[in-house]
């Protein structure tokens, strides 16, 4: 089943597509080696309170959430070879630099994983 990441607050689609990785090799691999990531994608690694972008191909926008799916941290645009961390962060988000607009998620904010297809029902529900 894909899964989209979804907003509380606002209740419209963060990512449209979630790949989790959710075991100790997919957290280690993450994004590495690819190219790209699809402006409406994002990867999930849990759990997860830093991430870097050692030998990372392009920027990256990050999130970090608590067990609960509240936003504790945001950091736009950490170019490779960075780092970024959040101690009270038990998982972390990661998108395409620039494809998280400015307000569409905020520290406070919940956020949580659900089918792509109720995804794309709510947002034509709201417009």
Same mark, same amino acid.
């Given at each position: 089943?894909?899964?989209?990441?979804?907003?509380?607050?606002?209740?419209?689609?963060?990512?449209?597509?979630?790949? $989790?990785?959710? %075991?100790?090799? %997919?957290?280690?691999?993450? @994004?590495?080696?690819?190219?790209?990531?699809?402006?409406?994608?994002?990867?999930?690694?849990?759990?997860?309170?830093?991430?870097?972008?050692?030998?990372?191909?392009?920027?990256?926008? $990050?999130?970090?959430?608590?067990?609960?799916?509240?936003?504790?941290?945001? $950091?736009?645009?950490?170019?490779?070879?960075?780092?970024?961390?959040?101690?009270?962060?038990?998982?972390?988000?990661?998108?395409?630099?620039?494809? @998280?607009?400015?307000?569409?998620?905020?520290?406070?904010?919940? @956020?949580?994983?659900?089918?792509?297809?109720?995804?794309?029902?709510?947002?034509?529900?709201?417009?």
């Amino acid at each position: 089943m894909q899964v989209a990441l979804m907003n509380e607050r606002t209740r419209q689609f963060v990512a449209s597509s979630v790949e $989790v990785a959710g %075991t100790r090799n %997919t957290r280690r691999r993450g @994004l590495l080696g690819r190219d790209r990531l699809d402006e409406t994608s994002a990867m999930l690694l849990a759990p997860c309170t830093g991430v870097h972008t050692v030998g990372m191909r392009f920027a990256i926008d $990050v999130i970090f959430v608590d067990r609960q799916g509240y936003v504790v941290k945001v $950091v736009r645009d950490l170019k490779p070879w960075r780092i970024a961390l959040a101690s009270r962060a038990h998982a972390v988000i990661e998108m395409p630099a620039g494809s @998280l607009r400015w307000g569409q998620v905020l520290i406070g904010d919940r @956020l949580y994983l659900t089918s792509a297809s109720t995804a794309l029902f709510m947002e034509k529900q709201a417009s």
